[in-house]
């Protein structure tokens, strides 16, 4: 069972439509974290999130921790093909913990 | 990029041989971690070292071993592979700012127990 639950798995929109990927746990954490992975290559951070109701911007990316810091959403506005990837939350407890990603496809 | 290498980046291997990868990194970081990745599992971390000669076991530890004799080399080691231990597996190393931290990943070692 993951620590922390993405979703949607997998995602596919057209250039310019807007997505949000979530991310839930039962946990509480201390700070969560978003990463992207493009094939081939390890993740790269986005953003780290630390306090509850905190939203951070980041161009066309909107990232919200949860009120009770359980809970995450990445929020993509007018996707492009280069925002292809697969993204990944990562909450913190004693260690970081990964959740199982969520793959977003933008077609041109 | 962290100065983070892996090598090798590709490896096949037969079920019961032993199987070394290595971390290097040219930073002087003191924390470093052993993840796997698998389709539908995310990043699971197997081991992790807080100094040289310092390691604790991580999630999904069972059937791998390490050593960090310096601090810029990590290495994991699968005493007899098994099948299930094919993956991609990835170093990183952890920079902290106040009391967060950022993980920076290497390349990737892909790892095909046959």
């Known amino acids: 069972t993951q620590l922390l639950e993405q979703s949607p798995q997998f995602l596919s929109i057209q250039e310019g439509e807007n997505l949000t990927v979530y991310c839930n746990s039962s946990s509480v954490f201390s700070s969560l974290q978003w990463y992207r992975q493009e094939p081939g290559e390890g993740p790269v951070l986005l953003v780290t999130?630390?306090?509850?109701?905190e939203v951070k911007k980041l161009k066309r990316l909107t990232f919200q921790f949860g009120d009770a810091r359980k809970d995450s959403s990445l929020h993509i506005t007018a996707a492009q093909p280069g925002d292809t990837g697969l993204y990944l939350c990562?909450?913190?407890?004693?260690?970081?913990?990964f959740g199982a990603g969520t793959t977003v496809t933008v077609r041109a | 990029d962290a100065g983070i290498t892996q090598s090798p980046r590709h490896k096949v291997t037969e079920t019961g041989t032993p199987v070394t990868l290595r971390c290097h990194q040219t930073?002087?970081?003191?924390?470093m971690y052993w993840y796997r990745q698998d389709p539908g599992h995310g990043l699971r971390l197997i081991h992790y070292?807080?100094?040289?000669?310092?390691?604790d076991k991580g999630e999904v530890s069972d059937g791998y071993s390490v050593s960090r004799s310096k601090t810029e080399d990590f290495l994991l080691t699968l005493e007899s592979a098994t099948s299930s231990q094919t993956s991609v597996y990835f170093c990183a190393i952890s920079e902290w700012r106040g009391n967060t931290d950022t993980q920076y990943f290497g390349p990737g070692t892909r790892l095909t127990v046959l």
């Open positions: 990562a909450g913190r407890l004693d260690k970081l913990s």
């Open positions: 930073e002087n970081h003191r924390y």
């Open positions: 999130v630390v306090t509850g109701g």
């Open positions: 070292s807080y100094g040289v000669k310092d390691t």
